[in-house]
């Protein structure tokens, strides 16, 4: 098997996702019109960021006018999750140079990701490993960036009274739904959302980063404390 | 928000985050993560989303409002149910945009 065949299973793997990205990327070009942004910053920010729900949270964050550094500071933690899938990953990629592997880096997505690890762990002989993670990361890309576009056009036909901003807390309540999935999980939402209620208003947004912290700390203290309890 | 600051705020959005992305994949290679750490990263999603989440559904007019007379609280409750029911992104949107609108008709 050629790295070229490899590439293209890479992409042929991922396509059944595809299908669910590109609405989802078409929301996100949406409500960065309707935040905002003029076209070549929505283009910008799909193709320099390029990461999903951190473009929703930033387009939704300029649309109320959110201090810029805690805009930029909530993008950081939203995609913290990635230096797990890059420590996940890095093993399979090491033989590739370095300016590959930054290019490796920036198309890195939680579905190429998940795809490209559950293949590798499960079949350890699969030949090209990084042209197969490369394959289903440019398609996801090249969808992504579709998607958006259509979104931006979409976005400036769309009048406001649609409301359509309310479309990114449901993608998020989307999102959040599948990984609500263990006690500490609830624990961790109970307390981000319990937090962020009573620092509304705390001043540039700061309320939203405390309950980030906060929750993320009690998630990770009552799996500890679970587990210890488990073991005695 | 200028353009110049929200050119400022996708540069350095996209930084940190390729930054991240990077971390092992081309700057620490073999090293590994604090067991601790690696605990924490679970819970990332769950507690951002969550924070982001909430406000949008319980306030209105920069006021907590928990009532029917609040639309988008209604509306956010129908797309919880939505989202439960059946785990799919564009059946949540759909079911939380058509509460949002047939209320906001109703109550003009």
């Given at each position: 098997m050629t790295a070229r065949t490899q590439f293209f299973s890479g992409a042929k793997a991922i396509s059944p996702i595809l299908l669910g990205v590109l609405?989802?990327?078409?929301?996100?070009?949406?409500?960065?019109?309707e935040a905002g942004l003029n076209p070549a910053q929505a283009i910008g920010m799909a193709t320099i960021l390029f990461a999903g729900a951190s473009q929703l949270a930033v387009a939704q964050l300029i649309g109320t006018g959110a201090t810029p550094i805690v805009i930029v500071f909530t993008a950081f933690i939203i995609n913290l999750r990635f230096v797990m899938y890059s420590a996940s990953l890095a093993p399979f990629l090491k033989k590739v140079t370095a300016w590959k592997r930054a290019l490796l880096s920036y198309i890195l997505t939680d579905q190429a990701y998940a795809l490209s690890v559950a293949k590798f762990t499960q079949n350890p002989e699969t030949p090209?490993?990084?042209?197969?993670?490369?394959?289903?990361s440019a398609a996801l890309w090249t969808t992504w960036q579709l998607g958006s576009l259509a979104g931006i056009f979409l976005g400036a036909q769309v009048p406001e009274s649609w409301s359509l901003d309310f479309a990114v807390p449901l993608t998020f309540l989307a999102l959040l739904v599948p990984v609500v999935n263990s006690r500490a999980a609830i624990v961790a939402a109970t307390v981000a959302g319990i937090t962020v209620m009573l620092t509304a208003n705390m001043p540039f947004n700061l309320g939203l980063i405390t309950a980030a912290l906060v929750g993320i700390f009690a998630g990770w203290l009552s799996e500890t404390i679970l587990t210890r309890g488990a073991q005695s | 928000m200028t353009d110049f600051?929200?050119?400022?705020?996708?540069?350095l959005a996209a930084l940190g985050t390729f930054t991240l992305r990077a971390s092992f994949i081309l700057l620490l290679g073999k090293k590994r993560m604090p067991h601790w750490f690696e605990q924490a990263l679970k819970f990332v999603p769950v507690a951002?989303?969550?924070?982001?989440?909430?406000?949008?559904?319980?306030?209105?007019?920069?006021?907590?409002a928990i009532s029917v007379g609040n639309e988008r609280f209604v509306a956010g409750i129908v797309a919880v149910i939505a989202a439960v029911a059946?785990?799919?992104m564009l059946w949540t949107i759909a079911a939380g945009m058509t509460a949002l609108w047939i209320l906001q008709a109703i109550m003009g």
């Open positions: 609405p989802f990327a078409t929301i996100s070009g949406i409500v960065a019109i090209h490993k990084p042209w197969f993670y490369a394959g289903a | 600051t929200i050119w400022a705020i996708i540069l951002v989303l969550t924070a982001l989440i909430l406000p949008s559904f319980l306030m209105k007019n920069g006021q907590i059946t785990k799919n």
